[in-house]
């Protein structure tokens, strides 16, 4: 029991996982709140890239925990241009061989279905084939087919959806928002059950602040991505733990809570020095 307590899924950041002890507990549903350009999609991609090397590569330490698979989930953006993106982000090196160990979940057709968005801009296929995938899945949920992608993904797995912003401001009256919520819950109950580490996530500022906290109140943990004004200086990403169930205390009682971070080329991600805090 002990030594379960102690595995950790690392991020991979090398400047971050000591902070953790290692990286997250395995089973953690992670949000990564952030500002635009403040860091969380450059957190997830530099968490892509240096876990796909990690697998490629092995890892030392007996309380580490490699995921055995790692899914993306997308609803807005193709494959080709999320890897796109990261290849034109950081040198080619790490990115090398990205797609090669991520299993894509591409939910866009059903998200931009429902919209009137024409198919010629994000399907494929003949107009037939189009019209007729377009009926069959007319009366379709995302949240339904959300669920099912996660189905998919084996026990020990890695999953990032991207985004919670795609999906979450159509869903914020009545029945709706209280089904969102309830899936989320069940995500993390699921991710629990399976061992699986989940990480979601959310531009801050699009929704209502208590939906915000909501969304949070379903999670593990909320990592926090915002920009600060430095005086003269120019503006600085900072990230910080607004929660982290079961991790919380330790990062409180090292003063390990609040973080300057940067975004170079050569290492993505990275925790720049640490904030006390105050």
């Not at 899924?9 to 952030?34: F, K, M, N, R």
């Not at 034109?88 to 931009?112: K, M, R």
């Not at 993390?188 to 209502?208: E, V």
Request: glycine residues 8%; contains cysteine; hydrophobic residues 45%.
């Amino acid at each position: 029991m002990h030594d379960a307590l102690l595995l950790r899924v690392p991020t991979g950041i090398a400047s971050l996982d000591p902070v953790l002890e290692g990286g997250v507990p395995p089973g953690s549903a992670v949000l990564l709140l952030g500002e635009p350009g403040a860091g969380n999609v450059e957190f997830v991609q530099t968490l892509l890239m240096r876990l796909s090397l990690l697998k490629r590569n092995g890892v030392d330490g007996k309380h580490l925990l490699l995921p055995e698979n790692i899914s993306y989930v997308t609803f807005t953006r193709m494959q080709e241009d999320i890897l796109k993106e990261i290849a034109l982000s950081f040198n080619p090196a790490p990115t090398a061989h990205l797609g090669e160990g991520i299993v894509f979940h591409d939910l866009s057709e059903l998200y931009f279905d429902a919209s009137i968005v024409p198919p010629d801009w994000y399907g494929e296929g003949s107009i037939m084939e189009r019209l007729q995938k377009k009926q069959r899945k007319e009366n379709g949920d995302i949240l339904a087919e959300l669920a099912r992608a996660i189905d998919q993904c084996p026990a020990n797995s890695l999953i990032v959806l991207d985004s919670l912003t795609d999906i979450a401001p159509p869903l914020t009256e009545g029945k709706r928002w209280h089904a969102f919520i309830a899936f989320l819950r069940g995500l993390q109950r699921a991710a629990k059950r399976r061992n699986n580490t989940i990480y979601l996530l959310l531009t801050s500022g699009i929704l209502d602040r208590s939906r915000e906290l909501e969304i949070a109140d379903c999670v593990d943990a909320t990592i926090l991505f915002r920009w600060e004004d430095n005086g003269a200086q120019r503006r600085q990403r900072v990230m910080y733990f607004e929660k982290f169930r079961g991790v919380m205390p330790r990062l409180e009682a090292k003063n390990l809570v609040r973080f300057a971070v940067s975004i170079s080329a050569t290492e993505g991600f990275e925790v720049r020095n640490i904030r006390m805090v105050a």
